[in-house]
Nanobody, 125 residues
Framework: VQLQASGGGLVQAGDSLRLSCAASGRTFSIYVMGWFRQAPGKEREFVGA????????YYADSVKGRFTISRDNAKNTVYLQLNGLILEDTAIYHC???????????????????WGQGTQVTVSS
């Protein structure tokens, strides 16, 4: 599975942005698609995830209510809608795919088997 993330950019606080992650290859093996982000000097952190088939979603508390993940299976693409952006959202955003998840969900980096290259989101004041 290959993943290509896009849609990042420079925005002002309060603005919105939509990131895309296009999957190709053995997409039938995808169980969950996730988004992570890594700010300068910080570890990569979980943002949210979506079930590839059922569409159920779960999010990190830091983005819950502001970010929304959706998918278009016909296009093999997952989206991350970022609303109400704040300075702390500045990071490189990575999409990832998992073939299976632990019973409690795919929250950890180690749960994912495939990674995209990342797209930069910069929020200015």
């Amino acid at each position: 599975v290959q993943l290509q993330a896009s849609g990042g950019g420079l925005v002002q606080a309060g603005d919105s942005l939509r990131l895309s992650c296009a999957a190709s290859g053995r997409t039938f093996s995808i169980y969950v698609m996730g988004w992570f982000r890594q700010a300068p000097g910080k570890e990569r952190e979980f943002v949210g995830a979506i079930s590839w088939s059922g569409g159920s979603t779960y999010y990190a508390d830091s983005v819950k209510g502001r970010f929304t993940i959706s998918r278009d299976n016909a296009k093999n693409t997952v989206y991350l809608q970022l609303n109400g952006l704040i300075l702390e959202d500045t990071a490189i955003y990575h999409c990832a795919a998992a073939r299976w998840c632990p019973g409690y969900g795919c929250y950890g980096i180690d749960s994912y088997h495939y990674w995209g290259q990342g797209t930069q989101v910069t929020v200015s004041s």
